[in-house]
T-cell receptor, first 119, second 113 residues
Framework: KAGVTQTPRYLIKTRGQQVTLSCSPI?????VSWYQQTPGQGLQFLFE???????NKGNFPGRFSGRQFSNSRSEMNVSTLELGDSALYLC??????????????????FGEGSRLTVL | KNQVEQSPQSLIILEGKNCTLQ??????????LRWYKQDTGRGPVSLTI?????NTKSNGRYTATLDADTKQSSLHITASQLSDSASYIC????????????FGGGTRLMVKP
């Protein structure tokens, strides 16, 4: 069973540009969430999508946006890049974002991340 | 404020030795607590997930404990191996918050031969 796939793995951009990152979840998983990881702030939640709807959003500026397609694949976009946006962006998938389903642990499976460097 | 604090920040041990990592949280309402292992430059991999009613869970040489009353968890690694060198991240899920998780800062473990 294929894991969570993120593309691209590495990319370099300059300030002011925009970037789009892609995430393909594990087959059958309908929830996709995004996280930013930096040395200074650690891991922080960006947003979560379930069935093409954004369910939760973290405390990030509007330059960070995302969407989810009908096949559960997700993209996140960062516009007007700043130096501080340099980070490892991680995508994770799960069967459902809410607990309560029989046998559902809510376990998250992470991709390998997209390493963004802003110059 | 919902927070997860981990200690120590870093730890060096000799191969074959045991170690225990600590996690304290103030996240409320509590849903579950997870421990992840993250190798450098890779995505985190789940080790254990514990709900309010569970106080111990094992995964091979990894044993996690949870005291929901004191809001503390620990991850014990037995007979460490070089491949255990990684960051270990404690993550707490708030009730009704989906995957809007709260992460600890992690403990960076180095196992030396």
């Amino acid at each position: 069973k294929a894991g969570v796939t993120q593309t691209p793995r590495y990319l370099i951009k300059t300030r002011g540009q925009q970037v789009t990152l892609s995430c393909s979840p594990i087959s059958g998983h309908r929830s996709v969430s995004w996280y930013q990881q930096t040395p200074g702030q650690g891991l922080q939640f960006l947003f979560e999508y379930f069935s093409e709807t954004q369910r939760n959003k973290g405390n990030f500026p509007g330059r960070f946006s995302g969407r989810q397609f009908s096949n559960s694949r997700s993209e996140m976009n960062v516009s007007t890049l700043e130096l501080g946006d340099s980070a490892l962006y991680l995508c994770a998938s799960s069967r459902a974002s809410f607990m309560g389903l029989a046998g559902e642990t809510g376990e998250l499976f992470f991709g390998e991340g997209s390493r963004l460097t802003v110059l | 404020k919902n927070q997860v604090e981990q200690s120590p920040q870093s730890l060096i041990i000799l191969e074959g030795k045991n170690c225990t990592l600590q996690c304290n949280y103030t996240v409320s309402p509590f849903s579950n607590l997870r421990w992840y292992k993250q190798d450098t430059g890779r995505g985190p991999v789940s080790l254990t997930i514990m709900t309010f009613s569970e106080n111990t869970k094992s995964n091979g040489r990894y044993t996690a404990t949870l005291d929901a009353d004191t809001k503390q968890s620990s991850l014990h690694i037995t007979a460490s191996q070089l491949s255990d060198s990684a960051s270990y991240i404690c993550v707490v899920r708030r009730g009704n918050a989906g995957n809007m998780l709260t992460f600890g800062g992690g403990t960076r473990l180095m196992v030396k031969p």
